[in-house]
């Protein structure tokens, strides 16, 4: 199983008390070892062949102007410095998972919390929390979009409100199914724009070319009440239009969506309804 990801982090494991409230610590960057830079080359440079073709257009152009190559772990401030001028964003190094009001912040204030940690060499396609692979390759390219930065930081300010009012769970989905695993019409096809996917080398196979999972058209009341798997490779995706989609939903008001979806029932990933577009009804025997 690949790297999975959950878009309301939970405090890590093991009493952990950070130094500092925002739980950001210092990169470090002299810190990695030999190993640890070998580790990224080879996860770069086998994600990069997986996926040309495969990634959406924003994403590649986004990773073609960052500073992010196979040659070693990227160093977050040189990465921030071209993020910044962009689209105003920088990238900040935290432990791992960090508090939900804490991650929220973050992004809120255009602040992308990453994991300052490679995995195991030994495992490669196997992580319990984001690592720094995950959270540079999967996520910062797509951050160099303005659509989706807008987006991230409405995000974190409607993750705050919605912790408040009781209803993340509802939120979480649309992180879900869009920044960690989102496909998008491209071109006559269909892409990846999510990072849980581009950062996966089996999934990013699986979530466009196996005949197992549902590919659905967006819609976002359907999102939102469609629960998730943390343990596997998703029963269904999700497609959006185009990425300039999110834009209307960074200036939407999800109090009415709540209020209506108040009353009803979770939706299992696997399912699909009468009304959905289908792009791909999937056999389902991968998880069958």
Same mark, same amino acid.
């Given at each position: 199983?690949?790297?999975?990801?959950?878009?309301?982090?939970?405090?890590?494991?093991?009493?952990?008390?950070?130094?500092?409230?925002?739980?950001?610590?210092?990169?470090?960057?002299?810190?990695?070892?030999?190993?640890?830079?070998?580790?990224?080359?080879?996860?770069?440079?086998?994600?990069?062949?997986?996926?040309?073709?495969?990634?959406?257009?924003?994403?590649?152009?986004?990773?073609?102007?960052?500073?992010?190559?196979?040659?070693?772990?990227?160093?977050?401030?040189?990465?921030?410095?071209?993020?910044?001028?962009?689209?105003?964003?920088?990238?900040?190094?935290?432990?791992?998972?960090?508090?939900?009001?804490?991650?929220?912040?973050?992004?809120?204030? +255009?602040?992308?919390?990453? $994991?300052?940690?490679? =995995?195991?060499? #030994?495992?490669?396609? /196997?992580? !319990? @929390?984001?690592?720094?692979?995950?959270?540079?390759?999967?996520?910062?390219?797509?951050?160099?979009?303005?659509?989706?930065?807008?987006?991230?930081?409405?995000?974190?300010?409607?993750?705050? +409100?919605?912790?408040?009012? $009781?209803?993340?769970? =509802?939120?979480? #989905?649309?992180?879900? /199914?869009? !920044? @960690?695993?989102?496909?998008?019409?491209?071109?006559?096809?269909?892409?990846?724009?999510?990072?849980?996917?581009?950062?996966?080398?089996?999934?990013?196979?699986?979530?466009?070319?196996?005949?197992?999972?549902?590919?659905? $058209?967006?819609?976002?009341?359907?999102?939102?009440?469609?629960? /998730?798997?943390?343990?596997?490779?998703?029963?269904?995706?999700?497609?959006?239009?185009?990425?300039?989609?999110?834009?209307?939903?960074?200036?939407?008001?999800?109090?009415?969506?709540?209020?209506?979806?108040?009353?009803?029932?979770?939706?299992?990933?696997?399912?699909?309804?009468?009304?959905?577009?289908?792009?791909?009804?999937?056999?389902?025997?991968?998880?069958?």
């Amino acid at each position: 199983m690949d790297t999975q990801t959950q878009p309301a982090r939970h405090g890590i494991v093991g009493g952990y008390v950070p130094d500092r409230p925002d739980w950001t610590i210092p990169q470090n960057w002299d810190a990695y070892t030999p190993s640890e830079h070998a580790t990224w080359r080879t996860l770069f440079e086998r994600q990069m062949q997986t996926i040309r073709g495969r990634a959406c257009a924003e994403y590649m152009d986004g990773l073609s102007q960052l500073p992010i190559t196979a040659e070693a772990i990227p160093d977050f401030d040189a990465l921030s410095e071209v993020l910044y001028r962009r689209t105003g964003w920088t990238v900040v190094a935290v432990p791992g998972m960090v508090p939900n009001d804490v991650f929220f912040d973050h992004l809120a204030n +255009r602040r992308f919390p990453a $994991g300052q940690f490679i =995995r195991d060499g #030994r495992e490669l396609d /196997y992580l !319990v @929390e984001p690592d720094v692979f995950h959270d540079l390759f999967g996520h910062v390219p797509m951050m160099m979009n303005p659509v989706m930065a807008d987006f991230m930081q409405a995000y974190g300010e409607g993750g705050l +409100r919605a912790e408040k009012l $009781g209803v993340l769970d =509802r939120l979480a #989905r649309l992180y879900w /199914y869009t !920044v @960690e695993f989102g496909l998008v019409e491209e071109g006559g096809g269909v892409r990846i724009f999510g990072a849980g996917i581009l950062s996966s080398f089996t999934e990013t196979q699986f979530a466009l070319e196996s005949p197992s999972p549902n590919r659905i $058209g967006f819609d976002l009341e359907r999102v939102m009440r469609t629960v /998730y798997r943390i343990d596997d490779f998703q029963e269904g995706y999700f497609v959006l239009p185009s990425i300039d989609t999110l834009l209307g939903l960074a200036q939407k008001d999800f109090g009415p969506i709540y209020e209506a979806l108040a009353g009803l029932p979770d939706l299992t990933p696997g399912r699909i309804e009468a009304t959905d577009r289908v792009f791909h009804r999937g056999t389902g025997d991968y998880h069958r």
